[in-house]
């Protein structure tokens, strides 16, 4: 089974400021694919930022990039430019390339707030 | 990707009743996703909903419970029975974005509280 980890309950960061969100996973699994999503107080889950084990590359998107280390198993998301908007809880989560509708499994998330 | 709309957005019911929530999909997809998230943490799937069989409940929850029906590809409804101040959480349906891994977009919920 796989899990995720976020250890971070919360974070603060002022506004045009940079913050860095941590989550490791664990799994047996060596194809896979790592997702970011972000669920700000109106309650809509958001996909923000997605990577795929099998690219070394990290993945970005606009302000939002990512930290992939495979053999650690880490996958952190990097929030450059911080702006009030995103203000919201963060989740990792995971999920197996073994064909459609494969599970994605959540970390426990964290809130991120950004100061003005 | 394909866009959920589900309802209600939020309800306030007593105990003992019990609460359908609905989740239309723009486009045909083959499997739907119910959730449960418990005020302040992170999201469960309760079950996965297949068009033309009984759903497929995940372990904590079962049928008589969160009864699921999925009448076709572009519908499907949760029925959370018999509800405890313990219900009290946000439902959220998913379906897949596309195939290859691109993730799974989401209904924006109904924040059920149970007095």
């Known amino acids: 089974a796989q899990t995720v980890t976020q250890s971070q309950p919360e ?35 958001i996909l923000v930022i997605r990577q795929e084990a099998y690219k070394q590359q990290n993945a ?5 990039s990512v930290n992939f ?11 450059s430019d911080s702006q009030l908007g995103d203000t ?20 426990k998330g964290i809130t991120l707030s950004v100061r003005p | 990707s394909a866009v959920i709309s589900q309802k209600p957005s939020r309800d306030i019911c007593q105990r003992g009743t019990s609460l359908t929530i609905q ?5 045909q997809v083959t499997m ?9 943490q992170s999201l469960t799937l309760i079950a996965t909903a297949n068009q033309g069989s009984e759903a497929t409940y995940e372990s904590g929850f079962v049928i008589d419970k969160f009864p699921i029906s999925r009448p ?15 219900d009290s959480s946000i439902y959220l349906c998913s379906v897949e ?19």
């Open chain 2, 23 to 27: 989740c239309q999909v723009d486009s």
């Open chain 1, 69 to 79: 280390q495979k053999a650690a198993k880490s996958f952190s998301l990097k929030i």
């Open chain 2, 97 to 115: 974005v596309a195939r290859g891994g691109y993730g799974y977009t989401f209904g924006s919920g109904t924040r059920l509280t149970v007095v």
């Open chain 2, 32 to 40: 739907m996703f119910w959730y449960r998230q418990q005020p302040g």
């Open chain 1, 11 to 45: 974070m603060s960061v002022q506004e045009a400021e940079t913050v860095t969100l941590s989550c490791t996973y664990d799994t047996s699994e060596n194809n896979y694919y790592l997702f970011w999503y972000k669920q700000p107080p109106s309650r809509q889950m």
């Open chain 1, 60 to 64: 970005t998107e606009n302000r939002f």
């Open chain 1, 88 to 107: 919201a809880m963060y989740f990792c989560a995971f999920m197996k390339a073994t064909g459609a509708n494969s599970k994605l499994t959540f970390g």
């Open chain 2, 72 to 86: 076709n590809l572009t519908f499907s409804t949760l029925t959370v029975s018999n509800m405890s101040p313990e």
